[in-house]
C-alpha cells in the first residue's frame, strides 16, 4: 500500500517570499491533515479536511496561509509571504474516516527554511 | 501551555537497559496515542488506548493509560538502537474531540 506522498522534502526561501507544498494521501482516505512542526516540538494542526471541505483551520495564519484539497484527493499548502518564524517541518497525514482516535498516516514532511 | 506534557525532555541510554517516558496532564482524555518519529520522516503509530487502567504490549514496549484518563507511560525494555527516536504522546479530550500533541521525548540508544 502506498503511503502518503509529499513534496518537496525540502525547501529554502527567503522571507516574504511565497511557498508552496503538495500532499497526495491514501487512496480511499477521506481525511487529510496539514501539520506545523517546530523544532523541539510535536505537530500543531493547521488544518483539517474531510472529503474537498474544511473541517477544522482554526490554528490557521489565514492572513498568510492558504490550502485546498480539490476533488477531494490530493491538497497543496501555500505561504505567501513567508516569515522568519515558519521556518518548521510541514507534515500531511490522512486516515480513513477523521474519526478522532483514528490511526494517522503522516508523510515524510517538507522541511522549510525561511532566511 | 501544552495540554500534554512529556517528560524527559530527552534520554541517552545504552543498548540493553530499560526506559520509561511519561505523559502527563490535567485533562482527562477519551483515548490516547503513542508516536515514534524517526529523523527526516513522519511520526508512525505505535499503539491507541481507550480505558482508563489499560496495559497494552507491543513486544518490549508497554504502554500504560491512567486510571483517571490523564497521564500514560511508556516502558521499554531492553532497549535497541532501532528504538531511537521521538516518542510523541497524543491525546483526544472530552472537550473538543481533537487531537492534540505532546512536545516529544528525544530517545537515543547507544551501541
Known amino acids: 500500500e502506498a503511503g502518503v506522498a509529499q513534496s518537496p522534502r525540502y525547501k529554502i526561501i527567503e522571507k516574504r517570499q511565497s511557498v508552496a507544498f503538495w500532499c497526495n494521501p491514501i487512496?480511499?482516505?477521506?481525511?487529510l491533515y496539514w501539520y506545523q512542526q517546530i523544532l523541539g516540538q510535536g505537530p500543531k494542526l493547521l488544518i483539517q479536511f474531510q472529503n474537498n471541505g474544511v473541517v477544522d483551520d482554526s490554528q490557521l495564519p489565514k492572513d498568510r496561509f492558504s490550502a485546498e484539497r480539490l476533488k477531494g484527493v490530493d491538497s497543496t499548502l501555500k505561504i505567501q509571504p513567508a516569515k522568519l518564524e515558519d521556518s518548521a517541518v510541514y507534515l500531511c497525514?490522512?486516515?480513513?474516516?477523521?474519526?478522532?482516535?483514528?490511526?494517522?498516516?503522516f508523510g515524510s514532511g517538507t522541511q522549510l527554511s525561511v532566511l | 501551555t501544552q495540554l500534554l506534557e512529556q517528560s524527559p525532555q530527552f534520554l541517552s541510554i545504552q543498548e540493553g537497559e530499560n526506559l520509561t517516558v511519561y505523559c502527563n496532564s490535567s485533562s482527562v482524555f477519551s483515548s490516547l496515542q503513542w508516536y515514534r518519529q524517526e529523523p527526516g520522516e513522519g511520526p508512525v503509530l505505535l499503539v491507541t488506548?481507550?480505558?482508563?487502567?489499560e496495559v497494552k504490549k507491543l513486544k518490549r514496549l508497554t504502554f500504560q493509560f491512567g486510571d483517571a484518563r490523564k497521564d500514560s507511560s511508556l516502558h521499554i525494555t531492553a532497549a535497541q538502537t532501532g528504538d531511537t527516536g521521538l516518542y510523541l504522546c497524543a491525546g483526544v479530550t472530552f472537550n473538543d474531540y481533537k487531537l492534540s500533541f505532546g512536545a516529544g521525548t528525544t530517545v537515543t540508544v547507544r551501541a
Open positions: 488506548v481507550v480505558t482508563g487502567g
Open positions: 497525514a490522512s486516515s480513513l474516516s477523521g474519526a478522532a482516535n483514528e490511526k494517522l498516516f
Open positions: 487512496s480511499g482516505h477521506a481525511t
